[in-house]
Nanobody
Framework: QVQLVESGGGLVQAGGSLRPSCAAS????????MGWHRQAPGKQRELVAS???????TYADSVKGRVTISRDNAKNTVYLQMNSLKPEDTAVYYC?????????????WGQGTLVTVSS
């Protein structure tokens, strides 16, 4: 069974930085990519950033220039470096893994890590 464990959220002042991480465990699947989504109170979950198995990245317009997604293949871990944080970045951040297992689409979500940015 594939599981994702997130860490690295927390409370930070506006302008500060955080670097949540997401470690994937399990095997018997082919990875397509991983990403970070976030959900603020009263809002829909939205994509923040994603990275494919070949290293291609995608970012939401709201975070471009402030956020960098990266991965450590040896550790099966993806990171989200967030700089110049704003109060509107406050949300629960969820890691997502997408792959293929036994010819079927595999999507796994982490439990979420809370990021709070104070003004």
């Amino acid at each position: 069974q594939v599981q994702l464990v997130e860490s690295g959220g927390g409370l930070v002042q506006a302008g500060g930085s955080l670097r949540p991480s997401c470690a994937a465990s399990g095997s018997d699947y082919d990875l397509s990519g991983m990403g970070w989504h976030r959900q603020a109170p009263g809002k829909q979950r939205e994509l923040v950033a994603s990275i494919t198995v070949d290293g291609s990245t995608t970012y939401a317009d709201s975070v471009k220039g402030r956020v960098t997604i990266s991965r450590d293949n040896a550790k099966n871990t993806v990171y989200l470096q967030m700089n110049s944080l704003k109060p509107e970045d406050t949300a629960v951040y969820y890691c997502k893994l997408v792959g293929v297992r036994q010819y079927r689409l595999l999507e796994v979500w982490g439990q979420g890590t809370l990021v709070t940015v104070s003004s």
